[in-house]
């Protein structure tokens, strides 16, 4: 089996890309031991933090940004890092090549259950000049590679460089990432979604409209049966999605109005949906294609709708019809 530097020498990945990534693999590796670790090592439970976005930061959360930040700096090729744990952009090399974005830790919920998490990431080209939250501005599709870690059951990596999108699984024998996906493809029909229900009565109308179809089975227009999972981490579900299809969804909502949607652009939604698009799947919010926004700031949040092509067109045909009446406010 080809490691991952023998996978990206063999796809023709630039060097200095190429050590990046190796760089975020061993970095990943290291996060992987902290996790493994858990309540043997004192790393569960809260910090008395919070982030920029006003989330308690949980001591993983720093732990595993201080890692990521730290290999990243000594890189030598990364100009700067966007995190979701740090409040603003990260200098780091004068001559790097490359900005990182990235969520140190996804799903943090989920850490002191013992449940799934992960790391996900989003490489850009630095733009020539001063370093600022505007270098970052840049739409999804500019993204050289993207990928994530999935710490499960098996350590996994999923990696786009552009060449389609591939797993590796971390051999716990010789500690290398090795090539078990050459071409993820995500089938175009499922017969599952992932959405966290409690939210909705504060979906828009289309997005209420659509789940209650898939809700409804074999007896509602869409004539079959629907399943549904849902992890609470976006690593995760998305993982799912890659492997046997789905479509995964976290709406606009109004349960809180000064925050109508939950997901990161940057450092969530964008590197989710090059991983998605590069396996034949969609990502849309709704209402624009996901690589194709405008960021505006670095944390700045989107409605999220990924996943099995044909699905994800069925949703977005609810967004273009007129729908009568609003979802409950609270
Ligand atoms: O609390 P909810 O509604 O289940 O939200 C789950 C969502 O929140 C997130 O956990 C946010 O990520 P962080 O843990 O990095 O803040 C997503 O991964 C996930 O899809
Ligand atoms: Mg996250
Ligand atoms: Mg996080």
């Given amino acids: 089996m080809q490691n991952l530097a023998q996978t990206l020498t063999a796809q ?47 001591k993983l959360d720093v732990i595993t940004n201080d890692m990521l930040k730290d290999a990243l700096k000594a890189a030598g090729n990364v100009r700067g890092i966007a995190s979701e744990e740090e409040d603003y952009v990260v200098e780091a090399d004068k001559d790097g090549e490359y900005l990182v974005c990235f969520d140190p ?21 630095a733009p020539q000049g001063e370093l600022t939250e505007q270098s970052f501005l840049q739409k ?14 098996s350590t996994m990596m999923a990696l786009t460089t552009g060449n389609g999108t591939q797993f590796y ?7 290398e990432f090795l090539l078990t996906e050459e071409k993820v493809a995500i089938t175009p029909d499922t017969g599952e979604f992932a959405i966290n229900m409690s939210n909705q009565r504060f979906w828009e109308a289309p997005m209420q409209t659509y789940i209650a179809d898939l809700v409804l089975g074999k007896i509602g227009p869409r004539e079959r049966a629907f ?11 998305v993982h799912r999605v890659l492997c046997r299809g789905g479509i995964f969804t976290y709406p606009t909502d109004n349960k809180n ?21 590069q396996a034949g799947g969609k990502a849309s919010t709704g209402y624009e294609t996901i690589l194709d926004i405008e960021p505006q700031e670095i944390h700045q949040r989107v409605a999220v709708i990924l996943g099995s092509a044909n699905e994800v067109d069925v949703c977005l045909s609810y967004h273009d019809q007129d729908y009568a009446g609003e979802p409950e406010v609270e």
């Fill in 105 to 125: 830790l996804d799903g943090s919920s989920n850490i002191d259950i013992n449940s799934l998490v992960g790391t996900i990431f989003s490489v850009l080209p």
């Fill in 257 to 277: 109005p000064n925050k109508p949607f939950k997901l990161r652009l940057m450092y969530e939604a964008n590197p989710m949906a090059l991983l998605v698009e």
């Fill in 169 to 175: 699984t971390l051999d716990p024998k010789t500690g």
């Fill in 12 to 58: 023709a990945v630039n060097a200095s890309l190429a050590d990046l990534l190796l760089t975020l693999a061993d970095t990943s590796k290291a996060i992987s031991q902290a996790v493994r670790h858990g309540a043997l090592a004192g790393v569960l439970g809260a910090t008395e933090q919070e982030n920029v976005q006003g989330e308690t930061q949980k």
């Fill in 140 to 153: 999804g599709r500019n993204q050289v590679a993207a990928g994530y870690v999935l710490y499960g059951p």
């Fill in 227 to 237: 399943n549904m999972r849902w992890i609470a981490a976006m690593v995760g579900d």
